[in-house]
């Protein structure tokens, strides 16, 4: 199936583990993203790669370190996971001079 | 900050009804989308108005956008129980070299049997 598939699905872990999110796609996107929706559900971008460069960096801080292995590929590392990480991460991806955005179905990260 | 503010942020409505929820946005635009989520899954694109546009439609859809008002309506008109979730507007933005969307917190619709 053409998707952009994401795991785990859920992952629950103690604070301060370090914890890695995958994400893949096969429509032949050059942009991927990570997004992350809150309990309220705002969604807010956190990065976005373009051809594996960084392009978009939106204050997250340093413990989520973004890895983009080609371009078919965007993976999520976070370190010292806190509390208030827990949320639902989204991986989406584009192709440049379109404007929908595809997203994965997300990772359900509870940290306790 | 977010870009698109949906309003109201919940609504329930009988099955066959329609259904029509707002979105306000602060800065100009080139596009505004609005996207599905069902409970649990990730978010699926529905419409793409451009900010030349003042009116698309699309099956049971109809959106709307006023840029005077930076705003935008999105109708669904008789409603099927399948409908129940949360609908998101989202703007875009392009920067050198990079183009993102920016999504409010959604509107969460139950349409009830």
């Known amino acids: 199936d053409t998707a952009v598939s994401q795991t785990p699905k859920y992952l629950v872990t103690q604070m301060g583990n370090d914890k890695s999110i995958k994400c893949e796609q096969n429509l032949g996107h050059d942009t991927m993203y990570w997004y992350k929706q809150d309990s309220k559900k705002f969604l807010k971008i956190m990065f976005s790669y373009n051809n594996k460069e960084l392009i978009i960096n939106e204050t997250v801080p340093n413990r989520f370190s973004p890895k983009s292995p080609d371009k078919a590929h965007l993976n999520l590392h976070i370190n010292s996971l806190e509390l208030g990480d827990s949320a639902v991460y989204f991986c989406?991806?584009?192709?440049?001079?379109?404007?929908?955005?595809?997203f994965g179905e997300g990772s359900w990260l509870t940290v306790v | 900050s977010q870009q698109g503010e949906e309003d109201p942020q919940a609504l329930s409505i009988q099955e066959g009804e329609n259904a029509t929820m707002n979105c306000s946005y602060k800065?100009?635009?080139?596009?505004l989308q609005w996207y599905r989520q069902n409970s649990g899954r990730g978010l699926v694109h529905l419409i793409l108005i451009r900010s030349n546009e003042r009116e698309k439609h699309s099956g049971r859809l109809r959106v709307t956008l006023d840029t005077s008002k930076k705003s935008s309506s999105l109708l669904i008109t008789a409603s099927r129980a399948a409908d129940t979730a949360s609908y998101f507007c989202a703007t875009d933005f392009y920067g050198p070299g990079d183009y993102k969307l920016s999504f409010g917190a959604g509107t969460t619709v139950t349409v009830r049997a």
């Open positions: 989406a991806s584009s192709l440049t001079g379109e404007n929908t955005i595809y």
């Open positions: 800065t100009s635009i080139n596009n």
